[in-house]
């Protein structure tokens, strides 16, 4: 595709519930990232992934998120048992690879209420 | 882990005028990406920077990288009301292993404001 999407664009779930967020990377990028954006602060790092593996997920800030990218194009990211705290912007780059630069989607807005 | 921090947290000018955002970091940066986000957005690149003493522009913005890779600027040249948003500057973290794959930490933001 001609850039980086992000489904939905917002998301409102009932604490406690499961949710899941898609990233469609430009064509071609075999890397991918997640990053979760609080109000008022820059984005940070959650997860990497170079073709289908995640090569990265330090960021994860525990064991309830989870992401895959099983045809190393399209990448879920989901959230278990969500809490009011993950409440954010979770935005999803993705670029050709080191050196290049990483092409943000528009995010997808979560409120856990 | 890296830090970066950015000045000024926010910054409102007349159009026309120029301005000057920084970031600084507590690490060698090896690659520095300044990004713009407009409210409920993603993130548009602008620019990045990899060498000491690095310039690059484009339009009216001017980033630089010193010489001793700790600290970036970015600058706008006769400020206009579409140059408003929120400015962020991106770090690229090594690994342990000494090879980057493009994982970035961000200062907090710059929100700038420009008044026609």
């Known amino acids: 595709g001609a850039g980086v999407s992000q489904t939905p664009s917002n998301k409102v779930t009932e604490k406690g519930k499961y949710v899941e967020l898609r990233c469609d990377p430009i064509?071609?990028?075999?890397?991918l990232y997640w990053y979760r954006q609080s109000l008022g602060q820059g984005p940070e790092f959650l997860i990497y992934?170079?073709?289908?593996?995640?090569?990265?997920d330090s960021g994860l800030p525990n064991d309830r998120f989870f992401a895959v990218r099983p045809e190393g194009s399209v990448s879920t990211l989901k959230i278990q048992r969500t809490e009011r705290g993950d409440s954010a912007v979770y935005l999803c780059?993705?670029?050709?690879?080191?050196?290049?630069?990483?092409?943000f989607g528009q995010g997808t807005r979560l409120t856990v209420v | 882990s890296q830090e970066l921090e950015q000045s000024p947290q926010s910054l409102i000018v007349q159009e026309g005028k120029n301005l000057t955002i920084n970031c600084t970091s507590s690490?060698?940066?090896?690659?520095l990406y300044w990004y713009k986000q407009k409210y409920g957005e993603g993130l548009i690149f602008l620019m990045m920077?990899?060498?000491?003493?690095e310039e690059k522009s484009h339009e009216k913005i001017t980033a630089k990288l010193d010489e001793k890779k700790q600290q970036s600027s970015l600058h706008i040249t006769a400020s206009q009301p579409s140059h408003a948003g929120i400015y962020l500057c991106?770090?690229?973290?090594?690994?342990?292993?000494?090879?980057?794959?493009?994982?970035?930490?961000f200062g907090q933001g710059t929100i700038l404001t420009v008044h026609p």
């Open positions: 992934f170079q073709g289908t593996g995640a090569a990265d």
């Open positions: 920077l990899q060498k000491g003493g």
């Open positions: 690490k060698t940066l090896y690659g």
């Open positions: 780059a993705s670029s050709a690879g080191w050196g290049t630069e990483a092409f």
């Open positions: 064509s071609g990028h075999t890397a």
């Open positions: 991106g770090a690229d973290v090594t690994n342990a292993g000494g090879t980057s794959y493009g994982k970035l930490t």
